[in-house]
Nanobody, 125 residues
């Protein structure tokens, strides 16, 4: 069973930066791809970014390209989301997620079977 614990959310002004962390445990095969999703009030949970645990290939939503970066530390079983040039529209609860799917690029929330509890990110204008 995979367990995910996020940390690092908070309040930041527009243009600022935050780094989210996700501590992962459980079989590596069950977290072949690690991703970050976000959900704003009244909106559906949306894909933000993901990385393959083994090869480190990253995939980005268009809305965060050039601003967000994902990385992983295999030895520490950690995944990081570096968020720069934050905008008020980035305000949401951010969730770390994991999937065992190896084919294609999973981007739907339904593709991910393990979730963290979420961490709030608020960007003020």
């Amino acid at each position: 069973q995979v367990q995910l614990v996020e940390s690092g959310g908070g309040l930041v002004q527009a243009g600022g930066s935050l780094r989210l962390s996700c501590a992962a445990s459980g079989p590596p095969a069950m977290r072949w791809v690690m991703g970050w999703f976000r959900q704003a009030p009244g909106k559906e949970r949306e894909f933000v970014i993901s990385i393959t645990w083994g090869g480190g290939s990253a995939y980005y939503a268009d809305s965060v390209k050039g601003r967000f970066t994902i990385s992983r530390d295999i030895a520490k079983n950690m995944v990081y989301l570096q968020m720069d040039s934050l905008k008020p529209e980035d305000t949401a609860v951010y969730y770390c997620a994991a999937t065992s799917i190896r084919a294609g690029v999973p981007r739907s929330a339904a593709d991910f079977s393990s979730w963290g509890q979420g961490t709030q990110v608020t960007v003020s204008s």
